[in-house]
């Protein structure tokens, strides 16, 4: 093999080593891999900005708003309420044949806003309690589960102890893996007759 000098001077074949590259190789270089490419602080801050696009933020506005919707219904419906019983005591309404037991008069719209109000109240009170229920059942279930993964374990840690044993000589105590074959069989053969 020819020895080459860095320098490129010598018997080499002209193949330059260590030298700097010719323009146009860098250029296409470059064009190849699409031009100069970033600076370290430009790269940086287009990191560092954001889009502004972020699903969860949106979701969580959208959810806001929502709810702000539904709040704002609600004390509109408190505030035509408290206005409407105020109203019978400042302009009468024309006579009606709904009159109570005491005499006062109260329209039907008076009355159904009333139990409107309460029947949400009720219905609210009612879901929560369905809703505590199920949440308290699958307490109950997730820890009768884990009861039984816990039960489970330390049987087969059990099991595995004896599986292990040895005797004095270094020998398996095949009393206890005769009786887990024998399980395992009873167990088995169980399975198939409940099946049949």
């Given amino acids: 093999m020819k020895n080459r000098k860095a320098n490129g001077k010598g018997s080499g074949d002209g193949i330059e080593i260590g030298g700097p590259k010719p323009m146009s190789m860098k250029k296409n270089n470059?064009?190849?891999?699409?031009?100069?490419?970033?600076?370290?602080?430009?790269?940086?801050?287009?990191?560092s900005t954001s889009s502004g696009y972020n699903p969860a933020l949106i979701k969580q506005r959208r959810e806001f708003y929502k709810n702000a919707k539904y709040v704002k219904k609600y004390k509109r419906s408190l505030k035509q309420q408290s206005q409407g019983n105020d109203?019978?005591?400042a302009i009468k309404p024309p006579e009606d044949e709904n009159e109570d037991a005491d005499g006062i008069r109260t329209s039907k719209k008076n009355k159904k806003k009333k139990s409107g109000s309460y029947s949400l109240k009720e219905l609210y009170e009612k879901q929560r309690e369905e809703k505590e229920k199920e949440r308290m059942e699958r307490e109950a279930i997730i820890q009768a589960k884990k009861e039984q993964k816990e039960k489970a374990?330390?049987?087969?840690?059990?099991?595995?102890?004896?599986?292990?044993?040895?005797?004095?000589?270094?020998?398996?105590?095949?009393?206890?893996?005769?009786?887990?074959?024998l399980q395992s069989i009873q167990s088995s053969s169980g399975a198939s007759h409940s099946k049949s």
Avoid at 155 to 180: C, D, E, L, S, W
Wanted: proline share 4%; charged share 25%.
């Fill in 30 to 47: 470059m064009k190849r891999l699409g031009g100069s490419g970033l600076s370290l602080q430009a790269f940086a801050n287009a990191k």
């Fill in 87 to 89: 109203a019978p005591s």
């Fill in 153 to 181: 374990e330390a049987q087969r840690k059990a099991g595995k102890k004896r599986m292990f044993k040895r005797t004095t000589h270094g020998q398996p105590v095949m009393k206890y893996r005769i009786q887990n074959l």
